[in-house]
C-alpha cells in the first residue's frame, strides 16, 4: 500500500519514499526522469546534480539497497536507434560523492528499481536497439555534486541477433 503513511515492508521508507512504491499510480503525480535532457553517443556534458533543471524524483535507486538519496538529481536521455550497442559511460572531475545510474524506461519516466549500470567513475552496458535509457547523476545522503559525463557506444564484435537482416558488428 503505497498511500497510507505506513512503512509497510519495515524497510524504514513509507510510501511513494520507498523504491517498492515509485511506480504506483499514488506516486506518479509526477514521473521520474521525465524532463530528461536527450543526449547522444559521443557527447560530453558537464554538469551539477543542483541544476535548474534537475528534479528531487528520486529518493532510492533498486541497485543501492536502502541507501538515501534526498535531494535534487539530474537526468539525461538516451535514445537508441535501430542497432543495439555497447555503451560505456564515464564520470570525471566529479565532487560531493557524485554516482550516476544507468536505468531503462517505465510508462513516461525511468524505472528506479533496476539498474543497468552504476557507478562513481565509469560503467558499461548493453544497450538494446529501440530502448530508451536515462543516465542520472545523484549524491547518497543528501547534498550537491558536478561531474563530467562522456558517454560512448560501439558496435557489438560478434552479431547480437542472427536473421534479423541487420548488420550489428559494423
Known amino acids: 500500500i503505497c498511500n497510507d503513511e505506513i512503512d509497510n515492508d519495515g524497510d524504514g521508507w513509507k510510501d511513494c519514499e520507498d523504491v517498492?512504491?515509485?511506480?504506483d499510480p499514488h506516486c506518479l503525480?509526477?514521473?521520474p526522469c521525465e524532463d530528461a535532457i536527450p543526449i547522444q553517443c559521443g557527447d560530453t556534458i558537464t554538469g551539477k546534480t543542483d541544476d535548474p533543471a534537475s528534479k528531487d524524483m528520486i529518493g532510492q535507486y533498486g541497485c543501492k539497497g536502502l541507501l538515501p538519496y534526498p535531494d535534487s538529481e539530474m537526468a539525461y536521455q538516451l535514445k537508441m536507434g535501430g542497432i543495439p550497442m555497447t555503451a560505456t559511460v564515464?564520470?570525471?572531475?566529479?565532487?560531493g560523492n557524485t554516482e550516476f545510474f544507468v536505468l531503462?524506461?517505465?510508462g513516461l519516466g525511468c524505472d528506479t528499481s533496476t539498474c543497468e549500470a552504476f557507478g562513481n567513475s565509469s560503467g558499461q552496458f548493453f544497450a538494446k536497439a529501440?530502448?530508451?535509457?536515462?543516465?542520472v547523476f545523484d549524491v547518497p545522503y543528501g547534498g550537491t555534486?558536478?561531474?563530467?559525463?562522456?558517454?560512448?557506444c560501439e558496435y557489438p564484435e560478434t552479431e547480437v541477433f542472427c536473421g534479423n537482416f541487420l548488420d550489428e558488428d559494423q
Open 20 to 23: 517498492d512504491c515509485a511506480m
Open 29 to 31: 503525480e509526477d514521473y
Open 90 to 95: 564515464t564520470m570525471a572531475e566529479a565532487t
Open 104 to 106: 531503462k524506461q517505465l
Open 130 to 135: 529501440n530502448y530508451t535509457y536515462f543516465i
Open 145 to 152: 555534486g558536478t561531474y563530467t559525463l562522456q558517454l560512448d
